[in-house]
Antibody, heavy 121, light 107 residues
Framework: QLHLQESGPRLVKSSETLSLTCTVS??????????WGWIRQPPGKGLEWIGY???????YYNPSLRSRVTISVDTSKNQFSLKLSSVNAADTAVYYC?????????????WGQGTLVAVST | DIQMTQFPSFLSASVGDRVTISCRAS??????LNWYQQKAGEAPKLLIY???SLQSGVPSRFSGSGSGTDFTLTISSLQPEDFATYYC?????????FGGGTKVEIK
């Protein structure tokens, strides 16, 4: 059974970089052909796609965040990470990591529980 | 960006009711449409992908239909555990976008 767990600081200062890690169990990254992604949800609001990375390392980012986002993978640790630079109050949200199901419409089929990150001014 | 509009944004229903939630894309997306259920304090759960394919483990009372710009999620007989917020999501083009959600509450 696949399991994803987000970790990282819950409070980030404005203008600094938000860094989160997603640890995946139940599959080996080194032998996986899966895609892995990040989605966020501001408190009381809807879902926003941040980006995802293919098993080969190719990245796909939301154009609205592209200049500030980096998604990377550490196959030796079965982890993938999110970095969002120059954060502001609008980046306060629950951040979810997720796996992309290998089908043509690329839905997110396994999700972490989510972690709330607040940006302090 | 493709805008996804869900309606209604809120609905009140009783256990056993047939519930229909609509989702409209601002441009054609073929069948690149997924549906999720989110309960309070939890991560979203995939229900339907490719507009009408039931995700493994999801009860058969959930079904999806549509193509192009208009899509529907139907719950044939609402159960107590189905009270939640439902989101549609398009994956036809970047950026992937979600609808604003439909909250289903107990009448």
């Amino acid at each position: 059974q696949l399991h994803l767990q987000e970790s990282g600081p819950r409070l980030v200062k404005s203008s600094e970089t938000l860094s989160l890690t997603c640890t995946v169990s139940g599959v080996s990254f080194s032998s996986s052909s899966d895609y892995w992604g990040w989605i966020r949800q501001p408190p009381g609001k809807g879902l926003e796609w941040i980006g995802y990375m293919s098993y080969s390392g190719r990245t796909y980012y939301n154009p609205s965040l592209r200049s500030r986002v980096t998604i990377s993978v550490d196959t030796s640790k079965n982890q993938f990470s999110l970095k969002l630079s120059s954060v502001n109050a609008a980046d306060t949200a629950v951040y979810y990591c997720a796996r992309v199901l290998s089908t043509v419409t690329t839905p997110f089929d396994y999700w972490g529980q989510g972690t709330l990150v607040a940006v302090s001014t | 960006d493709i805008q996804m509009t869900q309606f209604p944004s809120f609905l009140s229903a009783s256990v056993g009711d047939r519930v229909t939630i609509s989702c409209r894309a601002s441009q054609t997306i073929s069948s690149y449409l997924n549906w999720y259920q989110q309960k309070a304090g939890e991560a979203p759960k995939l229900l339907i992908y490719a507009a009408s394919s039931l995700q493994s483990g999801v009860p058969s009372r959930f079904s999806g239909s549509g193509s192009g710009t208009d899509f529907t999620l139907t719950i044939s007989s609402l159960q107590p555990e189905d009270f939640a917020t439902y989101y549609c999501q398009q994956s036809s083009s970047s950026p992937l976008t979600f609808g604003g959600g439909t909250k289903v509450e107990i009448k």
